[in-house]
């Protein structure tokens, strides 16, 4: 099992990895592929039941990337995990291949194909819902954008995890208060999300998104109310890692010129070096 | 004709029957279950029926999952709202995710009547026609109906079923079996086709009659598969006959009779051709018989349409 001292020197590496992609095939959203990195990290790392060898097995856990635009994060950690070879990701949104901008069932180890907002919950509640039918003890796992949660599906979908006592259920909200036209709280409020969550149900903690440690001493610990869906509010920072990328809105869907890559990649180079 | 039941409550029935034999058939509803027939499978099978509320997105989102999870899923909600309100989830979740759920739209078309149009659904073919991976399927009696439900049971790929909700007759067939994607054979004839689905197929076949009278014999099928269309018989009909009416409950535009008018152009088969459905307008308030008589999809005025296609030249 991976140490926090590991985590941390993965998610390192994993943002290495991730310009490069970005870089090579010069898209990608930048900005929320690294603020979620962190827990794609603890998850593939240290909490989820899967594996290549395992990601067919109806007793598996289950993970939803219901923010499918961050796409290039969990195609990294996928293929670090050994689910495709990482050559494979030199096809990135090239003609006919299967790694495309958004997550789908083309690539080993994808549940569910996403990309429009709002739906990951849905589908993990039903998942979710057919363990308990079944009396398995897997866990849905899915991660959402904060600004995704206007979509009113989402509501729709907490309400029913908590009728159906879903526990084996875990949303993943990456707080980074950034959309594309800017603040979440200016584009349309969101705040209180903690509240709003436990008010449908839930069962609420929150955590720095971006701390390995923090993000395994949350979800090590789910559900955190058993009969209720577990939500961890999971505050980050959008284009975490690199500091000029670092919560500006810009970063979105931005792609570093060789300029910013190159200063991008000593920043990471340095702490690497810290970690060492 | 003799008059049956309504297909609802047959697709019902036949869906408890399925239930009692795989337990991993789930039906979901959107507290729908009273409109779609399903109180007595709620009583009977409590463990296999989903409940999800007024929430139409959501109850195909779940769907979905349920079935990642290998359930057999039937996602049950009023046409109008499901082939809309969850059009995203139906495309992306069922075709695209190539979940195998049957989504199933009750009390389509104009069944609601004098409900108005937020209850009707003259739009579902044309959507649906548009997105990739579902078969789209309108059964025409109580016979199609368990047919189709149990076709849509054992089908690999997402289906969408479609229901009205009042009592049809037991069509005459000259077929006796039933295949997805292959339009049933009601009753021959030389001199035009009737290609109808759903519950226009009865008005068809009392025009068919009417015209028998008068020395005018006409094909009749019921092509209860709109996706993927039975080209075949749909070339034979032009080609044998040479005057083809479409008659659906769905707007005029990306229907049934756009999807043979399309295919016989392409294949430059000639023939008389007319679509008989609801033109692009607000349509008229009424009953469902009195709005299908509005639009002329009764016996008489098919037959009246059949007549002036006939005399054409």
Not at chain 2, 221 to 235: E, F, G, M, N, R
Not at chain 2, 251 to 277: D, M, T, W, Y
């Amino acid at each position: 099992m991976l140490t926090e001292s590991d985590l941390q020197r993965k998610s390192v590496q994993y943002r290495k990895e991730l310009l490069r992609l970005i870089k090579g095939c010069g898209s990608g959203h930048t900005g929320g592929d690294l603020s979620c990195l962190d827990i794609l990290n603890v998850l593939y790392n240290r909490i989820l039941r899967v594996s290549p060898e395992t990601c067919k097995s109806p007793d598996r856990d289950y993970y939803i990337q219901s923010k499918g635009h961050c796409a290039e994060a969990l195609f990294v950690v996928l293929a670090d995990k050994g689910f495709f070879p990482k050559k494979d990701l030199e096809t990135l949104n090239r003609y006919g291949s299967h790694y495309i901008g958004h997550p789908t069932r083309g690539v080993n180890g994808v549940e569910q194909n996403t990309g429009a907002l709002g739906h990951g919950l849905a589908v993990a509640g039903g998942i979710a819902l057919a363990g308990k039918m079944d009396r398995k003890d897997y866990r849905v796992f899915t991660l959402l954008g904060d600004g995704e949660l206007a979509e009113g599906s989402n509501w729709e979908a907490a309400m029913m995890a908590a009728h159906y006592r879903l526990d084996n259920l875990v949303a993943i909200v990456d707080r980074n208060g950034l959309q594309i036209t800017g603040s979440t709280e200016d584009v349309c409020q969101l705040a209180p999300l903690d509240e709003k969550f436990e008010a449908f149900g839930f069962a609420v903690q929150r955590c720095n998104g971006n701390d390995v440690g923090e993000l395994v001493r949350a979800l090590d610990t789910v559900p955190f109310r058993p009969g209720k869906p577990s939500l961890v509010l999971a505050k980050t920072r959008k284009g975490k890692g690199i500091s000029f990328m670092e919560n500006v809105a810009k970063w979105h869907h931005g792609v570093p010129n060789d300029d910013e890559f190159s200063r991008a990649m000593a920043e990471l180079e340095a702490a690497e070096a810290a970690l060492a | 004709m003799e008059i049956a039941k309504a297909n609802l409550e047959v697709f019902a029935a036949t869906l408890l029957e399925l239930a009692r034999q795989d337990s991993d058939l789930l039906v979901v509803t959107s507290d729908s279950r009273g409109s779609a027939k399903l109180a007595s499978f709620a009583k009977a099978a409590p463990g296999q029926i989903v409940e999800v509320g007024i929430a139409e997105q959501n109850l195909v989102g779940v769907a979905a999952g349920l079935a990642a999870a290998g359930k057999n899923v039937f996602a049950v909600s009023p046409a109008c709202f499901l082939t809309a309100r969850s059009l995203e989830q139906i495309k992306n979740d069922l075709c695209y995710s190539d979940r195998p759920v049957t989504a199933v739209g009750i009390s389509s078309g104009v069944s609601y009547g004098a409900l108005g149009t937020t209850h009707h659904s003259l739009h579902d073919y044309a959507v649906l026609r548009a997105i990739h991976n579902i078969v789209i399927v309108a059964p025409a009696d109580n016979f199609e109906t368990r047919e189709a439900v149990q076709a849509a049971a054992r089908s690999t790929k997402p289906v969408y079923l479609r229901f009205g909700k009042k009592p049809m007759p037991h069509l005459p067939r000259v077929d006796s079996g039933f295949e997805l994607g292959k339009a049933s054979l009601i009753r021959e004839g030389i001199d035009l086709t009737f290609l109808a689905c759903g519950e226009t197929v009865a008005p068809a076949y009392e025009a068919a009659e009417l015209l028998a009278r008068e020395g005018i014999h006409c094909r009749v099928l019921s092509v209860h598969t709109i996706k993927p269309l039975d080209q075949a018989a749909i070339w034979q009909a032009a080609t044998e006959t040479g005057r083809l009416i479409t008659v659906e409950e769905h707007s005029v535009n990306g229907g049934l009779g756009e999807a043979c008018a399309s295919l016989l152009l392409q294949e430059g088969i000639p023939c008389r051709f007319k679509i008989v459905g609801f033109p692009d307008d607000h349509t008229v308030t009424g009953n469902q018989e009195e709005i299908f008589r509005h639009y002329g999809i009764d016996g008489t005025r098919l037959a009246m349409t059949a007549r002036q296609l006939s005399e054409k030249q």
